[in-house]
């Protein structure tokens, strides 16, 4: 099967790993869909603006306060030195305003985990949609999607780009309100003290947001471009991790790692990009940020001269200065990190936006006892819409019927079991199980009556036990064991040390490829559909391993419907119909004998697989 897909591949509209990066499509769209994720949240939310809002005031209270203690001692200093009688610094005062401020600390770091927690609860809720709408709309996409990319840009999407999402909402969102907040109550503070040296310092507000937005307009490609190498990057180390064997065993390592290189160097250029364009805006800040300092200080110097300030006054503004500048710079950061944000935002609702398996109808049947009978009429089916594979098929299969499909690479034959199962929806005519239009039966039921042994052989992590389990709901030990025993498997897995408790690894690479092969195989006799699909089932196993899953399948299609793809003909002398399919048609079909007798192209195929001719046949 694996051979037909990769062709099934080639016809399949889709988004290859050489897509060239582009910048958001949609910035502002990206965002506010984004943000529209928040709305549910809006009490929670206010509840976070309240909190900063306190916080922050408790916090900037403090460098006025601070400098009325200044103050209070640069006066008691003074008249000491003046030689006033009695002059001395009222501790007393300032450890009172120490007091005070120690409870306006406490009250701001208190207020400000309440803010935290509140905040990590939205956010951790918003990603939790966020993975729960991906992983719905995964299952509601059509195969085609899914055999059009690579895994890894889509667990990258899944995983690393919500990550990014969450990462953002639970800091970034909080410090945004925070700076915010900051910046208005500096402000309001700074007026009460000098609305001179308040003027020169928002006047380094317009040069710093056009740095900031000239900065985010240029990095915003490179994160995109960062966020797409990465996908890419996930989706080959999982290619050369799952192939590893195949790539040693052809001593494909250096072409491996050149391919590696070539990826990560990508993802370095887009990565070094972002941030050192990104990492501009903190020195320039700080730049425009000294530059409004010093005139506050020289400013500053002057008025108290001049005895229109108080000592106490221009320390407490020039500490406001600096808090003022850290709201500013933390906001510019945080746009770098929104860039990345909006980027990954952006790449989860693509996703989000792909088009779906087409609707259920309302009225869609179900079929409560199918019986297996399987009808195609005038089927036309291609994957692009002006590119035709199959055209005008039809077949007719009785309930019980075994029926087998061969033919060279590319003839279709996997082509015809995804439109049965309904992978792919076909371009015109029907198929018909029991008289009824797939199309107007429920996706679910339609796919309950099959049972499939794949040559790719697909097991879980888990026990041997759970994976013969996989196809059936509320089973028993004993039927468990019945399965096993009937695909010849029960044996070796008792010879393992924990028996059917032994613990499959995520590729099963602790068992044979054959023991995998009797598994998948347990679990369809187990799953006792009324159509089973076999794809050369028998292919991973030896000689005599192969005569015993053959008894076992013989027993497992007795009385039911089956399509069998076969590449040994050997193994299909007894089936009641042979399809034999070439360029996406049926162009014989018949019994075994019949098609000999015929003398046509299944006849070729037959004798020149056991006349040791040098055909295709063994890709078919």
């Given at each position: 099967?694996?051979?037909?897909?990769?062709?099934?591949?080639?016809?399949?509209?889709?988004?290859?790993?050489?897509?060239?990066?582009?910048?958001?499509?949609?910035?502002?769209?990206?965002?506010?869909?984004?943000?529209?994720?928040?709305?549910?949240?809006?009490?929670?939310?206010?509840?976070?603006?309240?909190?900063?809002?306190?916080?922050?005031?408790?916090?900037?209270?403090?460098?006025?306060?601070?400098?009325?203690?200044?103050?209070?001692?640069?006066?008691?200093?003074?008249?000491?030195?003046?030689?006033?009688?009695?002059?001395?610094?009222?501790?007393?005062?300032?450890?009172?305003?120490?007091?005070?401020?120690?409870?306006?600390?406490?009250?701001?770091?208190?207020?400000?985990?309440?803010?935290?927690?509140?905040?990590?609860?939205?956010?951790?809720?918003?990603?939790?949609?966020?993975?729960?709408?991906?992983?719905?709309?995964?299952?509601?996409?059509?195969?085609?999607?899914?055999?059009?990319?690579?895994?890894?840009?889509?667990?990258?999407?899944?995983?690393?780009?919500?990550?990014?999402?969450?990462?953002?909402?639970?800091?970034?969102?909080?410090?945004?309100?925070?700076?915010?907040?900051?910046?208005?109550?500096?402000?309001?503070?700074?007026?009460?003290?000098?609305?001179?040296?308040?003027?020169?310092?928002?006047?380094?507000?317009?040069?710093?947001?056009?740095?900031?937005?000239?900065?985010?307009?240029?990095?915003?490609?490179?994160?995109?471009?960062?966020?797409?190498?990465?996908?890419?990057?996930?989706?080959?180390?999982?290619?050369?991790?799952?192939?590893?064997?195949?790539?040693?065993?052809?001593?494909?390592?250096?072409?491996?790692?050149?391919?590696?290189?070539?990826?990560?160097?990508?993802?370095?250029?887009?990565?070094?990009?972002?941030?050192?364009?990104?990492?501009?805006?903190?020195?320039?800040?700080?730049?425009?940020?000294?530059?409004?300092?010093?005139?506050?200080?020289?400013?500053?110097?002057?008025?108290?001269?001049?005895?229109?300030?108080?000592?106490?006054?221009?320390?407490?503004?020039?500490?406001?200065?600096?808090?003022?500048?850290?709201?500013?710079?933390?906001?510019?950061?945080?746009?770098?990190?929104?860039?990345?944000?909006?980027?990954?935002?952006?790449?989860v609702f693509e996703i989000l936006d792909e088009e779906e398996m087409p609707e259920e109808r309302a009225d869609a049947m179900v079929l409560p006892k199918p019986k297996g009978n399987v009808s195609f009429e005038?089927?036309?089916?291609?994957?692009?819409?002006?590119?035709?594979?199959?055209?005008?098929?039809?077949?007719?299969?009785?309930?019980?019927?075994?029926?087998?499909?061969?033919?060279?690479?590319?003839?279709?034959?996997?082509?015809?079991?995804?439109?049965?199962?309904?992978?792919?929806?076909?371009?015109?005519?029907?198929?018909?199980?029991?008289?009824?239009?797939?199309?107007?039966?429920?996706?679910?039921?339609?796919?309950?009556?099959?049972?499939?042994?794949?040559?790719?052989?697909?097991?879980?992590?888990?026990?041997?036990?759970?994976?013969?389990?996989?196809?059936?709901?509320?089973?028993?030990?004993?039927e468990i064991v019945q399965a096993a025993k009937a695909a010849h498997a029960d044996h070796f897995i008792r010879t393992l040390p924990d028996g059917y408790d032994t613990i499959l690894n995520e590729e099963a690479?602790?068992?044979?490829?054959?023991?995998?092969?009797?598994?998948?195989?347990?679990?369809?006799?187990?799953?006792?559909?009324?159509?089973?699909?076999?794809?050369?089932?028998?292919?991973?196993?030896?000689?005599?391993?192969?005569?015993?899953?053959?008894?076992?399948?013989?027993?497992?299609?007795?009385?039911?419907?089956?399509?069998?793809?076969?590449?040994?003909?050997?193994?299909?002398?007894?089936?009641?119909?042979?399809?034999?399919?070439?360029?996406?048609?049926?162009?014989?079909?018949?019994?075994?004998?019949?098609?000999?007798?015929?003398?046509?192209?299944?006849?070729?195929?037959?004798?020149?697989?056991?006349?040791?001719?040098?055909?295709?046949?063994?890709?078919?």
């Amino acid at each position: 099967m694996s051979k037909d897909r990769k062709q099934e591949k080639n016809h399949s509209n889709g988004v290859g790993l050489g897509m060239p990066v582009q910048k958001a499509k949609d910035f502002k769209g990206t965002l506010k869909r984004l943000i529209s994720y928040l709305a549910p949240h809006k009490v929670r939310l206010f509840l976070v603006l309240i909190a900063a809002i306190i916080s922050t005031i408790f916090t900037i209270l403090s460098p006025k306060i601070l400098g009325e203690v200044t103050t209070k001692i640069f006066e008691g200093l003074m008249a000491k030195l003046n030689g006033i009688a009695g002059a001395s610094i009222d501790f007393n005062y300032i450890g009172r305003i120490l007091i005070i401020l120690i409870g306006l600390y406490l009250l701001s770091a208190a207020f400000s985990y309440i803010q935290q927690f509140i905040m990590v609860n939205v956010s951790q809720n918003i990603v939790y949609q966020l993975r729960k709408e991906i992983n719905e709309k995964v299952n509601r996409l059509p195969l085609k999607f899914l055999d059009s990319r690579s895994h890894g840009d889509i667990l990258s999407r899944a995983v690393n780009d919500i990550d990014n999402i969450s990462n953002t909402l639970q800091q970034s969102l909080t410090q945004v309100i925070t700076s915010v907040v900051t910046i208005i109550g500096i402000i309001i503070m700074m007026l009460t003290i000098s609305p001179l040296m308040t003027v020169i310092v928002i006047l380094t507000l317009p040069l710093s947001f056009v740095i900031t937005a000239l900065i985010i307009k240029k990095s915003q490609g490179y994160f995109k471009g960062q966020q797409k190498s990465l996908g890419d990057l996930n989706g080959h180390v999982e290619e050369m991790y799952t192939g590893h064997t195949v790539i040693k065993a052809f001593q494909r390592e250096k072409i491996a790692v050149e391919e590696f290189d070539k990826i990560n160097e990508e993802l370095y250029k887009s990565g070094w990009k972002a941030q050192y364009v990104s990492g501009i805006i903190q020195p320039l800040m700080a730049l425009v940020n000294n530059i409004g300092y010093v005139l506050v200080c020289v400013v500053g110097g002057v008025l108290v001269t001049r005895g229109t300030i108080q000592i106490g006054g221009i320390q407490a503004f020039i500490q406001y200065a600096r808090q003022f500048s850290q709201p500013i710079t933390q906001a510019a950061n945080i746009s770098n990190i929104i860039q990345s944000t909006i980027a990954s935002a952006e790449r989860v609702f693509e996703i989000l936006d792909e088009e779906e398996m087409p609707e259920e109808r309302a009225d869609a049947m179900v079929l409560p006892k199918p019986k297996g009978n399987v009808s195609f009429e005038r089927v036309t089916f291609g994957y692009k819409s002006d590119e035709m594979i199959i055209e005008g098929m039809n077949i007719d299969v009785k309930s019980g019927q075994t029926v087998a499909i061969v033919g060279p690479t590319g003839a279709g034959k996997t082509t015809l079991i995804n439109l049965l199962m309904r992978f792919y929806d076909i371009n015109d005519g029907k198929i018909l199980i029991d008289g009824i239009d797939i199309k107007n039966l429920k996706r679910d039921n339609l796919r309950s009556m099959f049972g499939m042994v794949l040559q790719d052989t697909w097991l879980f992590n888990g026990t041997i036990r759970d994976n013969i389990a996989y196809g059936k709901d509320n089973v028993t030990e004993m039927e468990i064991v019945q399965a096993a025993k009937a695909a010849h498997a029960d044996h070796f897995i008792r010879t393992l040390p924990d028996g059917y408790d032994t613990i499959l690894n995520e590729e099963a690479s602790n068992i044979s490829q054959g023991q995998k092969q009797l598994i998948t195989i347990a679990r369809a006799i187990l799953a006792d559909p009324t159509i089973m699909i076999l794809d050369e089932a028998t292919s991973s196993v030896d000689t005599r391993t192969e005569k015993f899953i053959q008894n076992a399948m013989n027993k497992l299609m007795k009385d039911r419907t089956s399509f069998v793809i076969a590449h040994r003909l050997s193994t299909i002398k007894d089936a009641d119909i042979i399809l034999v399919m070439d360029k996406g048609n049926v162009i014989e079909q018949g019994t075994h004998q019949e098609l000999l007798d015929q003398k046509g192209f299944y006849a070729d195929l037959y004798n020149s697989q056991f006349s040791g001719n040098n055909l295709d046949i063994e890709a078919m």
